[in-house]
C-alpha cells in the first residue's frame, strides 16, 4: 500500500512539471501511462477553415503510419513577410516607409535628386493615396540600393532598428518594430514544435528583414531578401576574386542592386539558397503566387499553401473590398485563406489600437 501511493505521488508531481511517465501501480501490475495535457499553440486565433487546413496537414505529414509522412529534415516552410506576419502599416512596407524617413526626414543624410523623387512618391502615396507608378518596386529598389550605400551592415543594423522603435503611425501602443501579426507567431512556434524549419523568403532588404525578426528568434542565415552588391571598406573597385580582405577591414553596402527577390525571383532564390523545395509557403500577395505553386508543385511530398488578406477594417488600416476579391482569387488558385478579421482573435496584441494617422509625428 505504501509502495502504491509512493509511485501515484511521483505521478502526480512529474505531470505537474509536464514530464510522461510509465509506473506499475495497480495490484495486477498492469502500466499506466499518465500524460500531460496536449500544448495549446493557437490561443490568438478562433477555430476556422484555415486552421484546421493547417492543423490536419501538419498531424499528417509528422505521422510516421501515414503514406504522406515527412521526415524532419525535409520539412520546410517559406513565409514571406510583409503582410504575412509583419503589418503593412500605412498601408505601406516597412522598406518604403524607411526610405521617405531617410530621404525626407534624416537630418544627417542629403538624398540624390533620384532618390528625393522616390521618397516623396511613397509620401504622396501614403499621405493622399495618389497612385505609385507602375513598377515602383523597381524603382524603390535602385533608390534604396543607393540611400544606404557605404553603410556597414552593423552601422545599417543599427539604423533599421533605431527607425523601428518609433511609434507606428497610425496606431497608439505599438512601434514599428513590434508590429508582427501576434497569431502568426504561433504558426511558428507550432511549426517549429512539429520539426519544421521556416525561412523567411522577402522582397524587402535582406538586412532589414534581419533587423526586424531577429527580435522572434528567426537566426539570420534563414532570412532571404532583396540583395545589393557588398564590398570590403578598402576593396575600392577590385573584384572580389581579385582582392584579398584584410583583418582590419569591414564590409559595407553599396549601390548595386543584385536582385529584387519577388516572384519568381523568390523560387531562384530558394532553390539557390535552401537546396530543397518547400512543403509549406505562407504569403500574402500576387509576389508570393510562385514561391507557393513551387511548393504545391512539390513531386516528392503533400504540400500546402496559405494566404493572408487584410480584411480587417476595424483593427487595421486595410481595403476590405479588395481582400475579399482577393480571397476569392487565392482561392481559385488553390491556396488556403486566413482572414485577419474572422480567423485572428488579435492582430498586433493588447494595447494597440489603431487610430487616424498624424503625419509629421515621425
Given amino acids: 500500500m505504501k509502495q502504491t501511493l509512493k509511485l501515484w505521488m511521483l505521478a502526480a508531481i512529474l505531470v505537474i512539471s509536464g514530464a510522461t511517465i ?37 498531424k499528417d505529414v509528422t505521422d510516421p503510419a501515414s503514406a504522406n509522412f ?49 521618397a516623396q512618391e511613397i509620401r504622396d502615396f501614403v499621405r493622399t493615396g495618389k497612385k505609385l507608378p507602375d513598377h515602383f518596386d523597381m524603382k524603390h529598389a535602385y533608390a534604396a540600393a543607393k540611400a544606404y550605400s557605404g553603410m556597414t551592415l552593423a552601422e545599417f543594423d543599427a539604423y533599421v532598428k533605431a527607425y523601428a522603435s518609433k511609434p507606428a503611425n497610425g496606431f497608439t501602443g505599438m512601434t514599428y518594430g513590434e508590429s508582427f501579426y ?10 517549429k514544435d512539429n520539426g519544421f524549419t521556416y525561412y523567411v523568403v522577402s522582397g524587402s532588404d535582406r538586412f532589414i528583414c534581419r533587423a526586424l525578426t531577429e527580435a522572434i528568434g528567426i537566426p539570420s542565415n534563414r532570412v532571404i531578401g532583396m540583395d545589393v552588391k557588398l564590398h570590403s571598406t578598402s576593396q575600392g573597385t577590385e573584384e572580389g576574386v581579385n582582392y584579398t580582405m584584410g583583418r ?22 530558394i532553390s539557390q539558397e535552401i537546396g530543397k523545395v518547400p512543403v ?10 510562385a514561391m507557393h505553386n513551387y511548393a504545391l508543385g512539390n513531386q516528392k511530398y503533400k504540400s500546402a499553401a496559405f494566404m493572408l488578406i487584410a480584411d480587417d477594417d476595424q483593427r487595421d488600416h486595410a481595403n476590405r ?9 487565392w482561392r481559385t488558385a ?15 496584441g493588447d494595447g494597440v489600437t489603431k487610430t487616424d494617422f498624424e503625419w509629421g509625428s515621425d
Avoid at 28 to 56: I, S, Y
Avoid at 182 to 191: A, I, S, W
Avoid at 250 to 266: C, Q, S
Wanted: aromatic share 12%; proline share 4%.
Fill in 334 to 348: 488553390g491556396y488556403h485563406v486566413i482572414s485577419m478579421r474572422d480567423d485572428f482573435k488579435t492582430i498586433y
Fill in 182 to 191: 501576434k497569431p502568426m507567431l504561433e504558426v511558428f512556434d507550432y511549426l
Fill in 22 to 58: 510509465l509506473t506499475s501501480c495497480s495490484k495486477d501490475d498492469e502500466t499506466t501511462v499518465v500524460t500531460p495535457p496536449a500544448k495549446d499553440f493557437f490561443v490568438l486565433w478562433n477555430q476556422c477553415e484555415a486552421l484546421t487546413a493547417l492543423q490536419d496537414y501538419v
Fill in 70 to 118: 515527412i521526415p524532419a529534415e525535409d520539412r520546410i516552410a517559406t513565409f514571406d513577410m510583409d503582410g504575412t506576419f509583419v503589418g503593412e502599416l500605412y498601408p505601406s512596407y516597412f522598406e518604403y516607409n524607411l526610405l521617405e524617413y531617410r530621404a525626407l526626414d534624416d537630418a544627417t543624410y542629403e538624398a540624390p535628386k533620384d532618390v528625393m523623387e522616390t
Fill in 280 to 289: 509549406l509557403s505562407f504569403g500574402n500577395s500576387g509576389g508570393d503566387a
Fill in 321 to 329: 473590398e479588395k481582400a475579399l476579391t482577393l480571397g476569392e482569387q
Fill in 248 to 269: 582590419e577591414e569591414d564590409i559595407v553596402r553599396t549601390d548595386e542592386l543584385i536582385i529584387k527577390n519577388l516572384k519568381t525571383n523568390k523560387v531562384l532564390q
